[in-house]
């Protein structure tokens, strides 16, 4: 699993698209007949994070991890303890969820003294769902990003 390349709390929006591994070889495919056709790519200006299986979506979506998501946007906690206070929950806990956001991108850490403060990356998350759903070869169940 790799998660967003660039971390830039500027404004943008992480796509969140769940693509099975055939949509991935297409996409990488048409880009490398574009380069040696001497096109000139522009990068994608918002980070995507591809998910292959919908176990792997529902896992990093499901409510503990969007109610943490929101507690960081609406309180802005200035360390994992303060985000443990506001959502009513252990801090341990609380840093398991978070680590797990973190390695796929959807939240970052400062590091301020001893503290850790937890921060959103982005303003928006936009997940994408194309029908029919991708049939992931023996329930393939990872994960693979693009930025720029």
């Excluded at 971390?7 to 698209?17: A, E, K, M, V």
């Amino acid at each position: 699993m790799t998660e967003p390349d660039a971390i830039d709390p500027t404004g943008r929006t992480l796509h969140i698209r769940l693509a099975g591994a055939d949509d991935e070889r297409e996409s990488t495919s048409d880009l490398l007949e574009a380069l040696d056709s001497g096109e000139d790519i522009e990068p994608e200006s918002d980070p995507v994070l591809r998910v292959e299986s919908l176990a792997t979506l529902g896992r990093v979506l499901r409510e503990t991890n969007l109610e943490l998501l929101d507690a960081i946007a609406e309180h802005e906690p200035e360390s994992v303890r303060a985000l443990a206070r506001a959502v009513d929950r252990g801090p341990k806990e609380v840093l398991e969820n978070l680590n797990e956001l973190e390695d796929y991108g959807l939240m970052a850490f400062e590091e301020d003294g001893r503290a850790k403060r937890p921060y959103l990356p982005y303003e928006e998350i936009d997940i994408d769902i194309q029908y029919p759903l991708p049939r992931s070869a023996g329930g393939l169940d990872s994960v693979t990003s693009s930025a720029a």
